[in-house]
């Protein structure tokens, strides 16, 4: 299985979960890879160079590698924004997966990014002990943008307009190719995902512990959603 990392804090955030779900990846049997993106963890390249396409390569190269240790098909999982690089390369790629389990998937591009700029007001407040107004009054801030730096990751022009303009899931691609897809996610996105074309023929599982792992309260809470590792070794029918 190919584990895909979702975007900036959050995929800081999650690398426990990440461990924890490889772990038991390995004990069912399952050999699993995790990577990292261009400029991003141990991979060199620059952040402002980052975009959807480039990472959609990244996603196809790391398959190939996969593939190439471990021969057969193999299922790909990604979180988050990464849902949108796994979507485009399972629908591109030479060989594509066996299936695609695809965890709160980002289906909204402008309410992501509000959520990123809350995000990022919160940890700044709650680093200086002050609440966010009264940091702006005080000129000691600036509101977060795209492009520009938020959660202390910049963003540049490429990846800002990627995400922008993300509205729902493309999943009918990657289903004319016979990939099994589970979309797993709160009522609400599951809802917004029901309209798409080829949704219909995914599997949905509604996910009712949200986390948002873009703050660095997240560390309190739970490392593993309790759904989480239920869901994949059901889906890998283990």
């Known amino acids: 299985m190919l584990l895909c990392r979702p975007?900036?804090?959050?995929?800081?955030?999650?690398?426990?979960?990440?461990r924890v779900l490889?772990?038991?990846?390995?004990?069912?049997?399952?050999?699993?890879?995790?990577?990292?993106?261009?400029?991003?963890?141990?991979s060199p390249g620059e952040e402002a160079q980052q975009s959807l396409t480039g990472w959609t390569t990244d996603l196809e190269a790391a398959d190939s590698l996969?593939?190439?240790?471990?021969?057969?098909?193999?299922?790909?999982?990604?979180?988050?924004?990464?849902?949108?690089?796994?979507?485009?390369?399972?629908?591109?790629?030479?060989?594509?997966?066996?299936?695609?389990i695809l965890w709160e998937p980002v289906v909204d591009?402008?309410?992501?990014?509000?959520?990123?700029?809350?995000?990022?007001?919160?940890?700044?407040?709650?680093?200086?002990n002050y609440p966010w107004p009264h940091l702006l009054r005080r000129g000691s801030v600036e509101e977060p943008r795209m492009p520009g730096s938020v959660l202390g990751i910049d963003v540049g022009d490429a990846?800002?307009?990627?995400?922008?303009?993300?509205?729902?899931?493309?999943?009918a691609p990657a289903m004319r190719r016979g990939v099994e897809i589970v979309c797993c996610a709160a009522a609400d996105v599951l809802e917004r995902v029901a309209g798409?074309?080829?949704a219909s023929?995914?599997?949905m599982v509604r996910i009712d512990s949200r986390m948002n792992?873009?703050?660095?309260?997240?560390?309190?809470?739970?490392?593993?959603?309790?759904?989480?590792?239920?869901?994949?070794?059901?889906?890998?029918?283990?």
């Open 66 to 100: 996969l593939r190439a240790e471990c021969p057969g098909v193999p299922s790909w999982f990604a979180m988050g924004l990464s849902s949108h690089m796994a979507l485009r390369a399972a629908a591109r790629a030479p060989q594509p997966p066996r299936r695609l």
């Open 201 to 203: 023929l995914a599997q």
């Open 22 to 42: 490889a772990s038991r990846l390995a004990r069912d049997g399952v050999t699993s890879l995790v990577f990292d993106w261009h400029g991003t963890g141990d």
């Open 159 to 171: 990846l800002a307009g990627d995400i922008q303009r993300i509205d729902g899931l493309p999943l």
């Open 196 to 198: 798409q074309p080829g």
């Open 109 to 128: 591009g402008p309410t992501y990014i509000q959520a990123l700029f809350d995000a990022h007001r919160q940890e700044v407040a709650f680093e200086y």
């Open 213 to 238: 792992w873009m703050v660095s309260q997240a560390q309190g809470g739970s490392l593993v959603p309790p759904e989480l590792l239920p869901t994949v070794t059901k889906a890998l029918g283990r």
């Open 7 to 18: 975007f900036g804090q959050e995929a800081i955030r999650t690398a426990p979960m990440y």
